[in-house]
């Protein structure tokens, strides 16, 4: 059997292979980040066939201070899990399993959009959005913290077979993970350990409310390749961290830089990294960036750089990829 059809069974998550759809933005919900038709159409054509393990859906707001973007999904009140078990029920009856993202902006955002000051660690200017956030005092840190934890609560009464907290391209945690954007001098700043403080608290909260059997995943933006920010290392040991609070799958994507990243070009260009960080940790590892051809994911699970294979532009632009694929390396 091929390294790709393989299944993942050793994991809370079990997979029947190691294909998976990672989280891409649509902006198709409704404009109060309701699900739409249009929203349920996408993710009913992306997982038809059960070719895909695993669906992400795409990050999600968990406070309206934290939205990113008109038109960006909610899971922020009760209000929607009527909407998101429509959407888990469309993607299990094609056959595949679905996690959903949850995510705050932080200062990655916009009063425009939100409605509200834009917030961050640390008086900082964002890399990516040039504004200039209110530092987070411990009280909002602790709202936030409350608002993950009833954002995944949320996910799992939808009938998601995971969730993923969002630690990627320059929105909030990453904004705290990175010393690039985190100057606090109290528990949640300084050293590596402060800087993830918060990743652990959310991680604690998440799992007293979703119990030990449910799935957590964390994407991580773990390398920055900016000097002065997060380098391989650092997330290497804040990998082994993750794994000891709780986490069960470490999705690695770049920081600041988001998918963006000078001198990086060809298929899998995150290997570096996914490949540092399974050695270190026992929990599987997911790898995309840029891979476009079924040869390429088989080679780099025989070589170990990754555990599962994330296929994002290829899908998004042909929705019969996995499929083809899939059929090509039987």
């Known amino acids: 059997m091929s390294y790709l059809l393989k299944p993942l069974d050793q994991c809370k998550l079990t997979l029947r292979n190691r294909l998976v759809f990672p989280p891409m933005a649509t902006s198709k919900?409704?404009?109060?980040?309701?699900?739409?038709?249009?929203?349920?159409?996408?993710?009913?054509?992306?997982?038809?066939?059960?070719?895909?393990?695993?669906?992400?859906?795409?990050?999600?707001?968990?406070?309206?201070?934290?939205?990113?973007?008109?038109?960006?999904?909610?899971?922020?009140?009760?209000?929607?899990?009527?909407?998101?078990?429509?959407?888990?029920?469309?993607?299990?009856?094609?056959?595949?399993?679905?996690?959903?993202?949850?995510?705050?902006?932080?200062?990655?955002?916009s009063k425009a959009v939100t409605g509200y000051e834009t917030v961050g660690p640390s008086p900082v200017v964002n890399p990516r959005r040039g504004l200039v956030p209110s530092e987070l005092t411990k009280e909002d840190i602790n709202r936030i913290i409350e608002n993950f934890k009833d954002a995944a609560k949320r996910v799992k009464q939808a009938g998601f077979d995971g969730v993923e907290i969002h630690s990627a391209h320059g929105y909030l945690l990453n904004q705290f993970y990175s010393p690039l954007t985190n100057t606090r001098r109290d528990e949640y700043g300084g050293d590596l350990l402060g800087r993830?403080?918060?990743?652990?608290?959310?991680?604690?909260?998440?799992?007293?409310?979703?119990?030990?059997?449910?799935?957590?995943?964390?994407?991580?933006?773990?390398?920055?390749?900016?000097?002065?920010?997060?380098?391989?290392?650092?997330?290497?040991?804040?990998?082994?961290?993750?794994?000891?609070?709780?986490?069960?799958?470490?999705?690695?994507?770049?920081?600041?830089?988001?998918?963006?990243?000078?001198?990086?070009?060809?298929?899998?260009?995150?290997?570096?990294?996914?490949?540092?960080?399974?050695?270190?940790?026992?929990?599987?590892?997911?790898?995309?960036?840029?891979?476009?051809?079924a040869e390429t994911a088989e080679r780099l699970l025989a070589s170990e750089k990754a555990d599962l294979i994330g296929v994002g532009r290829a899908i998004y632009n042909d929705s019969s990829w996995a499929s083809k694929a899939l059929e090509s390396i039987k």
């Open 29 to 109: 919900s409704e404009e109060n980040g309701g699900i739409s038709k249009a929203l349920l159409d996408y993710y009913d054509e992306k997982s038809h066939g059960g070719y895909i393990s695993l669906i992400f859906i795409e990050h999600s707001f968990i406070t309206q201070q934290g939205k990113a973007s008109d038109r960006q999904l909610s899971v922020a009140d009760d209000s929607v899990i009527g909407g998101l078990k429509k959407l888990a029920d469309v993607i299990h009856k094609n056959g595949c399993k679905a996690v959903m993202q949850i995510n705050h902006a932080g200062s990655a955002t």
């Open 196 to 293: 993830i403080k918060i990743h652990l608290d959310i991680i604690k909260a998440v799992r007293e409310v979703v119990g030990e059997d449910f799935p957590i995943l964390l994407r991580l933006g773990a390398c920055d390749y900016i000097e002065g920010g997060i380098t391989i290392e650092d997330s290497k040991r804040a990998a082994v961290e993750f794994e000891k609070a709780g986490v069960d799958i470490l999705d690695i994507s770049g920081g600041f830089c988001g998918y963006i990243v000078p001198g990086l070009s060809g298929q899998g260009y995150f290997s570096d990294i996914t490949e540092a960080i399974k050695e270190v940790v026992s929990i599987p590892v997911i790898l995309t960036g840029g891979i476009t051809e």
